[in-house]
């Protein structure tokens, strides 16, 4: 079964149960006058989620691999690139075929990127058939396979760890609830391969990847303590999922120290030739900002990487689409956090704010005819000097624009009509980046904040997972910092050793000083409460020198962590 024909299948049964995606940009809009909007306020300290990035998928056995140059393109950071810093890779039911996407993994891994992996099918030795509505050759894994099948998914992650890249997580079955032509799976099948066998799977967990962010297939997991103990991230596709079902409340009730992942869609179609659609892209930026602020989700991960209606087209270039997931991949970072800010100012206008250090990201769509006259005001801050900014409208993609002026706290911008643009400030004292002319490969890296909070009190205890990505002569570290006592944290330092040899050049979420030997990492003024059970993700940029061991013990306050 190809790639393509697995897309046409969908649209089929999408257009089955009404609820294909369609364009939006046409809809009712401002006419050619310029209209000003509401005032967009922006709460610095307002904090939701924790971005993990943005990303898309390489399946060589399907459409075959990226080439070198379309790696750097994808994963990228400087002018040109997409800035995706999510990989998502198959699992091959085959051993033999494992090493088909390993040199696009390698790359993205040395390039700081994230990798997880989603399997279709096992292998056919544990599979079984049966039948499912009217289809008589169903497959399902068998109940005597579950311990090998663990077994199986633990193999690759060592597989993928003994070639250079450390799996960020591991999914138990792409799209359990449409699997006409790969493996299916109930919810309480699901529910008990946690409960029985994913503990010993050597890396976070995921589950359960619904094609349609069917609740009832994660609902669950949720629900059952033993299952949501062994699953780290509940991920979900977004394919004819309305708006109106993208937030989640039973997981903000009981998703407490989880992460929430979009893994897979593409919007609002699959028609040929379409990554270059205008002003039918602008319906990508509008996805994305709900998938961010209604559904909340950490990860954003579009479907084939390089597609002809996907980020990347077949001649390696930027597409429309492409664009509009750059506007915000390249700028919110990995670490960043959401905060809150007037979403829909005007009709046919979004917005949405990051914060990573002293650094924050504002984030507009402009889906009408006119343009729009825009102010941002800043909340608690008396933030004035040059704001960077880029823009995606019909001619131009992802362009560097002029620096504008923000003044204590306030901005006002012209949004062009049908447009797209991300701006970057500086608050604290600190100056954003200036807008490059030339491609760079690399993470980004983050001012280091300033402290503004006091002392750290309280806290009996706390679980840190860190997890590194590791290239020639660098690496990054993701360090979560989970508070398991019973009382609240008020300002915290999480005090551990680096290894002989590496040295931070960057960091993001905490303070983090020396560069070297012990360190110390504090809270930085958004983020000092750690209430029971929750959990902040901090981390750094930093070379070596050949030695990418992690540290060994770390404690918080003074107190030993347990490490994850």
């Not at 960091?507 to 003024?525: L, Y």
Request: glycine share 8%; net charge neutral; hydrophobic share 35%.
């Amino acid at each position: 079964m190809s790639g393509e024909r697995r897309l046409l299948s969908r649209r089929a049964v999408l257009a089955t149960l009404g609820t294909v995606p369609v364009a939006t940009v046409a809809a009712s809009v401002l006419g050619a006058t310029e209209a000003s909007a509401a005032t967009a306020n922006i709460n610095l300290s307002a904090q939701r989620q924790t971005i993990k990035g943005f990303g898309g998928m390489a399946h060589a056995s399907w459409i075959g691999d990226l080439t070198a140059a379309q790696r750097d393109t994808a994963f990228g950071t400087g002018e040109g690139r997409l800035g995706f810093s999510i990989l998502r890779i198959p699992v091959n039911e085959n051993q033999s075929d494992w090493s088909r996407d390993l040199a696009t993994a390698q790359r993205a891994a040395a390039l700081g990127v994230t990798v997880f992996a989603s399997p279709w099918n096992p292998p056919a030795s544990m599979t079984e058939t049966f039948t499912h509505g009217s289809q008589t050759n169903a497959k399902r894994l068998k109940y005597s396979s579950y311990g090998a099948y663990a077994q199986h998914l633990n193999d690759f992650n060592s597989y993928m760890r003994t070639n250079g890249v450390n799996l960020y997580a591991i999914s138990v079955q792409n799209e359990p609830d449409y699997a006409s032509t790969w493996t299916w799976w109930t919810a309480t099948e699901i529910v008990n391969f946690l409960k029985q066998n994913a503990g010993v799977i050597g890396t976070r967990v995921m589950a359960p990847e619904s094609f349609q962010y069917i609740k009832s297939m994660s609902d669950p997991i949720l629900n059952d303590a033993a299952a949501l103990a062994n699953v780290d991230i509940i991920g979900a596709h977004l394919y004819g999922t309305s708006y109106a079902n993208f937030p989640y409340p039973l997981f903000k009730q009981k998703g407490a120290g989880k992460e929430l992942w979009m893994t897979e869609v593409y919007y609002p179609n699959s028609n040929a030739n379409s990554g270059d659609a205008w002003p039918e892209a602008l319906d990508v930026g509008e996805h994305i900002h709900h998938a961010m602020v209604d559904a909340e989700f950490q990860a954003y991960v579009w479907w084939y990487i390089r597609r002809s209606y996907g980020p990347m087209r077949e001649d390696g270039q930027i597409s429309k689409r492409g664009a509009m997931m750059a506007q915000f991949a390249r700028f919110v970072r990995p670490g960043y956090v959401r905060i809150d800010a007037t979403a829909n100012p005007t009709s046919n206008v979004f917005v949405s704010a990051y914060r990573g250090g002293e650094t924050v990201v504002i984030v507009a769509v402009n889906k009408n005819t006119s343009s729009v006259s825009q102010q941002f005001t800043l909340s608690n801050t008396t933030a004035s000097g040059s704001v960077s900014n880029w823009l995606t409208d019909g001619s131009r993609n992802v362009a560097p624009q002029s620096a504008l002026t923000m003044s204590n706290g306030s901005l006002t911008v012209t949004l062009p009509a049908r447009s797209m643009m991300t701006f970057v400030v500086g608050v604290n004292g600190t100056t954003p980046p200036t807008p490059s002319t030339s491609p760079t490969v690399g993470p980004s890296p983050t001012p280091t904040p300033i402290p503004t909070t006091p002392p750290p009190t309280g806290g009996t205890g706390a679980r840190v997972s860190y997890t590194t990505s590791t290239w020639d002569t660098g690496l990054t570290a993701n360090i979560s910092i989970t508070n398991t006592g019973s009382s609240t944290i008020n300002g915290w330092t999480l005090t551990f050793t680096l290894p002989s040899g590496q040295s931070i050049t960057s960091s993001w979420n905490a303070t983090f000083s020396p560069s070297s030997g012990q360190v110390s990492a504090r809270n930085v003024s958004y983020n000092g409460t750690l209430a029971p059970g929750a959990t902040v993700d901090i981390g750094f940029q930093a070379t070596h020198t050949g030695n990418t061991a992690k540290p060994t013990a770390f404690t918080l306050n003074g107190v030993p962590c347990t490490v994850a």
